[in-house]
């Protein structure tokens, strides 16, 4: 995209539209962030305690089955997806989000303990869209910038618990009566959103793509024109010098022995 805002010498906006992609993307790993470690973790003991009558060895044998399926999906991911298929960052982010999304349901809606050890694995590839959203930043801003906006980020990092807990809590309070799930479903609607804005961004990846495969491809071609050019008109010049002429005017009379 870089390269492509030089090329096309429009360098007063197309940076500026960068930094808002990254300031969004950025916004959205925070606040996913917020909402799965200060939100639902806030309030997924008291969940677990309160529907399913789980003590604290159990939650406790639950998170680490659920971090390790978190690490396995994401080396799995960083792995084969990136490095070895070479998918593009926003479809791995596309399918963290939906692994998220998909999750939240599972969680809301378990009726037995067997369901919420599925809705881990069923978000096992979650931690995926913290990579990925780091690494399209990355190729969006300069270095400079990127710092800057690492830095301010991540002041908004630390004042987002001060927002996320007391909703879950609330959110949690309001609903334990009826549906005590509900959280769970605000997180996956939070979530939404991320999908739109990366499979936007998978679409202008794939139109800079195409535009630098154009540019390419012109340039390739127009070396081998020219030299087909140059090689017509030496062809042509070479046949003309061989027809006889008389004072300099050619004669056709000339191409035949028998006039």
């Known amino acids: 995209m870089k390269q492509h805002c030089r090329d096309s010498g429009e360098p007063s906006e197309l940076p500026i539209l960068k930094n808002v992609?990254?300031?969004i993307f950025h916004a959205m790993k925070d606040l996913r962030l917020a909402t799965v470690v200060t939100g639902e973790m806030a309030v997924m003991y008291l969940y677990m305690r309160y529907r399913y009558h789980w003590n604290e060895v159990m939650f406790s044998m639950f998170t680490t089955f659920a971090m390790v399926t978190n690490l396995i999906g994401t080396a799995v991911s960083v792995g084969?997806?990136?490095?070895?298929?070479?998918?593009?960052?926003?479809?791995?982010?596309?399918?963290?989000?939906?692994?998220?999304?998909?999750a939240g349901f599972v969680y809301a809606?378990?009726?037995?303990?067997?369901?919420?050890?599925?809705a881990a694995i069923v978000e096992i590839v979650n931690g995926t869209s913290f990579i990925a959203m780091r690494s399209i930043a990355s190729k969006l801003v300069s270095t400079s910038?990127?710092?800057?906006?690492?830095?301010?980020?991540?002041?908004?990092?630390?004042?987002?618990?001060?927002?996320y807990g007391p909703m879950y809590s609330s959110i949690y309070a309001a609903t334990m009566k009826t549906f005590p799930g509900t959280f769970f479903i605000v997180g996956a609607c939070m979530t939404m959103p991320a999908v739109v804005a990366f499979f936007w961004l998978y679409t202008e990846h794939r139109k800079d793509?195409?535009?630098?495969?154009?540019?390419?491809v012109k340039s390739k071609e127009g070396p081998?024109?020219?030299?087909?050019?140059?090689t017509k008109?030496?062809?042509?010049?070479?046949?003309?010098?061989?027809?006889?002429?008389?004072?300099?005017?050619?004669?056709?009379?000339?191409?035949?022995?028998?006039?």
């Open 21 to 23: 992609l990254t300031m």
């Open 145 to 163: 910038e990127l710092g800057k906006v690492n830095s301010l980020l991540g002041v908004c990092e630390s004042l987002m618990p001060l927002i």
């Open 233 to 259: 008109w030496q062809a042509v010049g070479e046949k003309k010098s061989e027809v006889p002429t008389m004072n300099g005017v050619a004669n056709a009379a000339f191409e035949s022995d028998h006039l």
């Open 224 to 230: 081998e024109e020219n030299d087909l050019r140059t």
């Open 209 to 216: 793509r195409q535009l630098l495969e154009q540019e390419k």
């Open 80 to 102: 084969v997806f990136s490095h070895i298929l070479k998918i593009d960052d926003a479809i791995v982010g596309i399918m963290s989000s939906m692994s998220k999304i998909l």
């Open 109 to 118: 809606f378990a009726i037995t303990d067997w369901m919420i050890y599925l």
